[in-house]
Nanobody
């Protein structure tokens, strides 16, 4: 499975942005899909995840109330809608997928994901 992350850009604080993660060679409609991000000088961190069966979502505290993860099975794409962006959201955002349906508590663990996209840069300035 190959993942293509897109939608990054340069924005102002308070703006909204939607990232997309499109899969080829496999489906995103099963298992688990997540977004992680990495800022300069920092370790990669979990942002949000979705598990299809049974359906559930998980968010980092920094994303709760501002970000929404969703999917369109017909387009084999998972989205990350980001609202009220802050300077600290500046990072390279990576999507990741795994055929396993991880428990909620395990969705935030990067090692649980087999397939990774190349990342898309989001820069937020105030």
């Amino acid at each position: 499975v190959q993942l293509q992350a897109s939608g990054g850009g340069l924005l102002q604080a308070g703006d909204s942005l939607r990232l997309s993660c499109t899969a080829s060679g496999g489906t995103l409609g099963t298992g688990s899909v997540a977004w992680f991000r990495q800022s300069p000088g920092k370790e990669r961190e979990f942002v949000a995840a979705i598990r299809w069966r049974p359906k559930a979502t998980s968010y980092a505290d920094s994303a709760k109330g501002r970000f929404t993860i969703s999917g369109d099975n017909a387009k084999n794409t998972v989205y990350l809608q980001m609202n009220s962006l802050k300077d600290e959201d500046t990072a390279v955002y990576y999507c990741a997928a795994d055929p396993r349906s991880w428990a909620l508590s395990a969705l935030s663990t990067s090692a649980h994901y087999t397939f990774w996209g190349q990342g898309t840069l989001v820069t937020v300035s105030s």
